[in-house]
């Protein structure tokens, strides 16, 4: 099992609708959850945060946080073709390492 | 400095050749990273430094890969002997407290291809 998992997707939406990007990891002990975002020959870049359960708004962006579950999720609402991208989950995790472990990244497609 | 900076921004190597990559934080970031981000895939951690130390070296693949921040700022990482396997883009991250609890800005990273 990946310590981060994401589906590659491409996952993709008509321009206006609610994109739902989904990700699980396997440290029950995780506290720290993040969603980068990386335009195509681009780095990645912070997008959100959320550290308890619940939800976490930022404009159009929502990050969910589901402890109990070990799910975090971030829903984009009227999704715009600038949006397209790759999303990457990270999550620092208590034991091992001393750093974000990502996802592999969901693809985004938001068609016009 | 306002970003991370990394250079060079490409570097094409010889296989067998030595290569250095140079990353310059945050000013007053005190946590710097170094990932390896192959096409497609998601960043997979290589190393980690606070300061001037080395607190996480387990994600090197081997130990032709060295990285150093002799005065806590301006860190490098050497592959020696390069392989067509170190193909990557080598991405720099800096973070202002320990261990990135707060999350990280990334550099533009280093796109290496061994040929």
């Known amino acids: 099992q990946k310590e981060v998992e994401q589906n590659s997707g491409p996952l993709s939406v008509p321009e206006g609708a609610i994109a739902s990007l989904n990700c699980t990891y396997s440290?029950?002990?995780?506290?720290?959850f993040f969603w980068y975002r990386q335009y195509s020959g681009k780095s990645p870049e912070l997008i959100m945060s959320i550290y308890s359960n619940g939800d976490k708004e930022d404009g159009r962006f929502t990050a969910q946080l589901n402890k109990a579950s070990q799910y975090v999720s971030l829903l984009i609402r009227d999704s715009q073709p600038s949006d397209s991208a790759t999303y990457l989950c990270?999550?620092?995790?208590?034991?091992?390492?001393?750093?974000?472990?990502f996802g592999s990244g969901t693809r985004l497609q938001v068609q016009p | 400095g306002a970003g991370v900076s990394q250079s060079p921004r490409y570097k094409v190597a010889k296989r067998g050749q030595d290569v250095a990559l140079r990353c310059d934080p945050i000013s007053g970031h005190v946590s710097l990273f170094w990932y390896q981000q192959a096409l497609g895939q998601g960043p997979e951690f290589l190393t980690y430094f606070q300061n001037e130390a080395q607190l996480d070296k387990s994600g090197l693949p081997s130990d032709r890969f060295f990285a150093e921040r002799p005065e806590g700022s301006v860190s490098t990482l050497k592959i020696q002997r390069t392989q067509q396997e170190d193909s990557a883009v080598y991405l720099c991250a800096s973070s202002p407290g320990g261990d990135g609890v707060y999350g990280y800005t990334f550099g533009s990273g280093t796109r290496l291809t061994v040929v």
């Open positions: 990270a999550v620092n995790m208590p034991t091992g390492r001393r750093a974000l472990t």
């Open positions: 440290d029950r002990g995780s506290q720290s």
